[in-house]
C-alpha cells in the first residue's frame, strides 16, 4: 500500500486527539493500552481506551473502500511510523501504566497485532518479536542434546 504525507498526518491527529484524553503526567496513570480499529469500508481509524471506551475517530481518505486483502496488513507500516516519529511526544503527555501498547484490533474487537508496546526503557515496534521462537528453542534443544 502506498501512503502519503496526508495519510499520515491523519493518522497522527487520530493519535494525538486520542492521547489528549488519557491521563497526563500530572495525573494518576489508569490506562494500559490503547487499540486501534481500522475499518476498510469507511476509512475510519478508531481509538478505544482499556474500557472499550472510543476516545476518536478519524477518517484517512486513502483507506475508504480500499479492495486489497491484505489491507489489516497494509495499514500496520504506516501506524508504526507515525508512532515512531511521535514518541517523543507520546513519553512526554501520555502517563499510562507501564508496559502499555498500541494494539491494532479489527472490526470485532479482536486483537490482530500489537504495534508499539513500552515497557520503561524499552520500545518495541515490532508486533512478531517472538514469531518462530517455539522453532529456535526446539533448535538449541536439539544441538545441546547432541553435545
Known amino acids: 500500500m502506498k501512503y502519503s504525507e496526508h495519510m499520515l498526518k491523519q493518522i497522527e491527529r487520530a493519535i494525538r486527539k486520542a492521547a489528549d484524553k488519557c491521563p497526563t503526567v500530572q495525573q494518576e496513570p489508569r490506562l494500559t493500552d490503547l487499540y486501534l480499529q481500522v475499518i476498510q469500508e469507511s476509512g475510519e481509524i478508531r481509538i478505544y481506551d482499556d474500557d472499550d471506551n472510543e476516545l476518536t475517530r478519524c477518517v484517512v481518505e486513502e483507506w475508504i ?83
Open 65 to 147: 473502500n480500499d479492495p486489497s486483502d491484505t489491507f489489516m496488513e497494509d495499514v500496520q507500516q504506516p501506524i508504526k511510523e507515525v508512532l515512531i516519529a511521535m514518541r517523543p511526544t507520546l513519553d512526554a503527555q501520555l502517563n499510562l501504566l507501564r508496559p502499555y501498547s498500541f494494539v491494532l484490533i479489527d472490526e470485532g474487537h479482536d486483537i490482530v497485532t500489537e504495534l508499539y508496546v513500552v515497557d520503561d526503557d524499552a520500545i518495541i515496534v515490532d508486533g512478531d518479536l517472538m514469531k518462530d521462537l517455539d522453532d529456535d528453542l526446539d533448535d538449541f534443544i536439539g544441538k545441546l542434546l547432541d553435545d
